[in-house]
């Protein structure tokens, strides 16, 4: 683990697919830090109803006009994990015209970050992915390690995908 004046950087060592976990107050803020995560301009921002209020605005002032973004919003809630929500999301990507090199960000908990990783799984075969969990539970668990998946009536995390993220951003305010 690095250790820098208010930020820890957690190397997570998977060869090709690793990646670092940014943790420390005001990462959401750093947008030099975020933007050098991003190798395309253009961005899709998933997110929900609850969050979107709280940390939307925050996060496209921190990728700046270099970057044109999107944003899908979800409904709130783990029944909410379907592949409905998939969809949407990657009708958005098609919709707005997203390339190859575009840039996924997950902005929420765990139903977010697993729809999120999973239509940026699959869409053109599969594109890049930022986690900015805002849960404890996503921040420990759901955010790291590349699982992504939603729910179908027979069974929880059924259709899905292992797609590691390029980036964890922790903000511990």
């Known amino acids: 683990m690095e250790q820098t004046t208010s930020m820890e950087i957690v190397r997570l060592e998977l060869g090709e697919q690793s990646y670092n976990i940014y ?3 005001g990462v959401l803020d750093n947008g030099e830090l975020i933007r050098s995560t991003i190798r395309g301009h253009e961005a899709l ?5 609850s969050i979107r209020p709280l940390y939307h605005d925050r996060l ?3 990728l ?9 919003v979800l409904a709130d809630g783990e029944e909410y994990k379907t592949l409905e929500s998939f969809e ?3 009708a958005e990507l098609m919709r707005a015209g997203h390339k190859r090199t575009t840039t996924v960000i997950a902005l929420g908990g765990g139903v977010v970050g697993d729809t999120a990783g999973f239509a940026a799984a699959c869409y053109q075969r599969g594109v890049d992915f930022l986690q900015v969990p805002t849960t404890l539970l996503s921040q420990v668990d759901s955010s790291v390690g590349g699982k992504t998946a939603v729910n179908h009536p027979l069974g ?9 993220p ?4 922790i903000d511990t305010t």
């Open 64 to 72: 700046g006009s270099s970057i044109r973004v999107d944003t899908v």
């Open 60 to 62: 496209l002032a921190s």
């Open 166 to 169: 390029r980036a964890v951003f």
């Open 88 to 90: 949407s999301v990657i």
């Open 23 to 25: 943790i420390g107050p």
């Open 45 to 49: 921002i998933v997110t929900n109803e």
């Open 156 to 164: 929880k995390n059924m259709i899905g995908a292992f797609h590691q």
